[in-house]
Each structure stands twice: as structure tokens, then as C-alpha cells.
């Protein structure tokens, strides 16, 4: 089956930790995005990246890292800069840049 | 600044009733336009899309929506809610030809009452 998987689904961590968000996809879609959710709020995007080896800074990248070595992987580094890193993170990718984007299950990290 | 509203933060509907959840949005030209849904503690999954073309939008498990340019608005609807569609309901758009990213709204959270 395609999709996108994101791992782990919870994750929790000591504050000053940095920690690494996996997102991998096997629908050979070139564009690949994170996104923060907070309660009450919509999706803010936080790095996306249109092709391999180039990735762009969204609304709020402050805080937070990216790579995107493999077409099939973006992972996402929350480092220990981003001043509230306790939220639900989505991981979405795209056949091209304009198109539908197709969203992953979330890893909810809490920071305390 | 480009931006993505919904009005109702919250709406509450019986089983069997029909529904529509409102979009508005402002941008200098039509956006592409999109509806997705999400369940509790998972991802989004998109209902329906508006790129051009005709007005009425049909999308998975029953949903439509219309997009109307005078009022800037893209509305969601259903003619029969069941419990299962009890969720958040997310729009969002993004300018035609655009490489730049989505906006979302910030959620309508939908209670279907037995």
C-alpha cells in the first residue's frame, strides 16, 4: 500500500533534548512538508521541500531542522531552541509543489 | 495577507440532519481550494478539491462543496450527517500556479447527536 508513515506516534522527551521526527513516503511524490497543530488552531507549515537536497523555511522554522537527503525521507529535528515544542507534528507530501497534499497519521511529542 | 476563515468553531448536528460548514477566504485572485477532514489523533484526509471548472464540487463519502466567487466562500455540505462523520473539518487554499504552500483555516469541530 502507499502512503506516508510517521514514527513513533508518541513521543516525549526532557526539555534541552533535541529529537528527530521521522516521515517517510512511498507514493515517489517529489514534495514533502511538516506541519505544527495546536488545539483550536489550523496547521502552520513549518519546512517543506520541492525536490531532493533543497528544502525552504515556512511560517515558523524557528527551532526546528530538516534534511532531505532521499526522495522517500524528511525528517524533521525539533532542537532544543524551539521554546514550545509540545505539539501534534503532520508530515505531508506531494506529487509536485501545487498539488493535493497527502497527509500522514501525526506523531504527537511532548516536551516536559 | 492572504488568510482562510471559518466562521463556526464548533457545530453540533443530529444524526440525519444536513449539514454545512463555512469557508471564506481572501486572496487578490481565486486560490485553489480544498476541504480535508480529521479524525481525533490522526491525519488529514482531503474530501474534495476546486480548481476550476464547474462551480459544485463532489468529493468522498457523500460531501460536495460550491464555490462561490462573489462571496468569496467555498462551503461544505452534506444533505445527511451520520455519526461517523463526527470530526474537524479543515479548508484551506493556495494561489493558482503558485509554488507557494497551503493556508489553512483553523477547524470546524463537528458533534453528531444520535
Known amino acids: 500500500d502507499g502512503g506516508i508513515t510517521q514514527s513513533p506516534k508518541y513521543l516525549f522527551r526532557k526539555e534541552g533534548q533535541n529529537v528527530t521526527l521521522s516521515c517517510e513516503q512511498n507514493l515517489n511524490h517529489d514534495a514533502m512538508y511538516w506541519y505544527r497543530q495546536d488545539p483550536g488552531q489550523g496547521l502552520r507549515l513549518i519546512y517543506y521541500?520541492?525536490?531532493?537536497?533543497?528544502?525552504q523555511k515556512g511560517d515558523i522554522a524557528e527551532g526546528y531542522s530538516v534534511s532531505r537527503e532521499k526522495k522517500e525521507s524528511f525528517p524533521l529535528t525539533v532542537t532544543s531552541a524551539q521554546k514550545n515544542p509540545t505539539a501534534f507534528y503532520l508530515c505531508?507530501?506531494?506529487?509536485?509543489?501545487?498539488?493535493?497534499?497527502?497527509f500522514g497519521p501525526g506523531t504527537r511529542l511532548t516536551v516536559t | 495577507a492572504q488568510s482562510v476563515t471559518q466562521p463556526d468553531i464548533h457545530i453540533t448536528v443530529s444524526e440525519g440532519a444536513s449539514l454545512e460548514l463555512r469557508c471564506n477566504y481572501s486572496?487578490?485572485?481565486?486560490?485553489?481550494l480544498f476541504w480535508y477532514v480529521q479524525s481525533p489523533g490522526q491525519g488529514l484526509q482531503l474530501l474534495l478539491k476546486?480548481?476550476?471548472?464547474?462551480?459544485l464540487v463532489q468529493g468522498i463519502k457523500g460531501f460536495e462543496a460550491e464555490f462561490k466567487r462573489s462571496q468569496s466562500s467555498f462551503n461544505l455540505r452534506k444533505p445527511s450527517v451520520h455519526w461517523s462523520d463526527a470530526a474537524e473539518y479543515f479548508c484551506?487554499?493556495?494561489?493558482?500556479?503558485?509554488?507557494?504552500?497551503?493556508?489553512f483555516g483553523s477547524g470546524t469541530q463537528l458533534t453528531v447527536l444520535p
Open positions: 476546486y480548481f476550476s471548472g464547474d462551480t
Open positions: 521541500s520541492q525536490i531532493v537536497n533543497d528544502f
Open positions: 486572496y487578490g485572485a481565486t486560490p485553489y
Open positions: 505531508a507530501s506531494s506529487k509536485g509543489g501545487g498539488d493535493e497534499q497527502y
Open positions: 484551506a487554499a493556495r494561489l493558482q500556479g503558485s509554488a507557494r504552500q497551503l493556508t
